[in-house]
């Protein structure tokens, strides 16, 4: 299972107009291989499940011209496809609408995984172990989670970031 790094290889070798990449794949991911074949002239369209600001904005950083959720209608990848050949960059408009819905949102994708593990109810302990940290940077992060939120407790915490969608990935 060398599906990246296979995929690098295949492109450098065959230089195709397009290549429709997957986000996570063994070896390399779909954005490695992405910044890898800048300089060709191979367009590379994004099709993945994951609907991550953080993906997205690296798709976008490093010049990815299409970028579509894989529950897309099948026409639309060919619309995307086609419009790609011919210079264009298309970016799924749910993806664009959730992004810019939490553009301002201040949390870290970590400080996500806490607060959603608190509206899970789980204690520190719990949280500490389901997200592979220590007790006390798990009480770190909750310390930082109730400063950037402004709220008095992990509940009115969890409330608030539900309230402005910071916990939609």
Do not use: C
């Amino acid at each position: 299972m060398h599906y990246g790094e296979s995929a690098l290889q295949d492109i450098l070798r065959l230089k195709p107009d397009v290549a429709i990449l997957d986000i996570e794949m063994p070896k390399r991911t779909g954005l490695e291989v992405a910044e890898e074949i800048q300089s060709l002239n191979t367009k590379v369209i994004i099709l993945t499940t994951f609907a991550r600001q953080n993906y997205f904005e690296t798709a976008v950083r490093i010049g990815v011209q299409g970028y579509l959720l894989k529950d897309s209608p099948t026409d639309r990848l060919t619309e995307t496809i086609n419009a790609v050949v011919k210079g264009a960059t298309v970016y799924d408009p749910e993806l664009v609408r959730h992004v810019l819905r939490t553009e301002n949102n201040p949390l870290t994708e970590r400080e996500i995984d806490v607060l959603q593990a608190i509206a899970e109810g789980k204690r520190t302990s719990a949280i500490a172990e389901a997200v592979f940290l220590s007790q006390g940077t798990v009480r770190n992060y909750i310390s930082s989670i109730l400063s950037k939120t402004g709220a008095q407790s992990r509940i009115e915490a969890v409330n608030i970031a539900k309230k402005h969608q910071w916990m939609n990935r």
